[in-house]
């Protein structure tokens, strides 16, 4: 199609007029709720035979690679609706990309300092669990400082 109605759309994009940090925030809860109903999905979850509801002992592996149990990935589903939820506001959006990221660079710490084969590693994590937690950490917060900004 060609003119004036080659751009037109049937119904609005619900991005926009968004901020960009409501849309990063969004966006990051929609990644967690993804990531989190996948860790229940065999064949993207290897092992699920071995999937346990929390602690080391859990054999289950998102991608083959990120340990996961079921706590785990609970956690990631109420994190992606938290993000959801709070998007719905500049304050909230702000508020879920630095606070979350705070938590995920805390969780990085966690899975320096638990020995990965204890009663201690709850979640569970492995090492590629850590180097995600921190770059969620990092990502997360650069998100939240550098979309937040109000525009001049």
């Known amino acids: 199609m060609v003119g004036p109605m080659a751009h037109s759309r049937a119904r609005p994009n619900p991005a926009d007029g968004k ?20 860790g229940f999905v065999p064949g993207i979850t290897t092992g699920m035979d071995a ?12 991608f083959g690679v990120f340990q996961v149990s079921v706590l785990h990935n609970l956690v990631h ?3 992606g609706v938290a993000g ?7 304050t909230g959006a702000r508020a879920f990309l630095i606070g979350g990221g705070a938590v995920y660079l805390v969780l990085w710490l966690y899975g320096l300092a638990v020995d990965h084969d ?5 979640l ?3 090492d590629a669990d850590g180097w995600l937690h921190l770059g969620l950490g990092v990502g997360m917060i650069a998100l939240g400082l550098l979309t937040g900004r109000p525009r001049r």
């Open 84 to 90: 959801l939820v709070l998007a719905r506001t500049v």
């Open 118 to 122: 204890t009663a201690a590693n709850v």
């Open 77 to 79: 589903l109420a994190f």
């Open 124 to 126: 569970p994590v492995n």
């Open 51 to 62: 999937l346990r509801f929390a602690g080391h002992g859990s054999g289950a592996y998102l």
């Open 19 to 38: 901020p960009p940090v409501r849309r990063a925030a969004a966006s990051v809860g929609v990644l967690f709720l993804l990531v989190g109903a996948l």
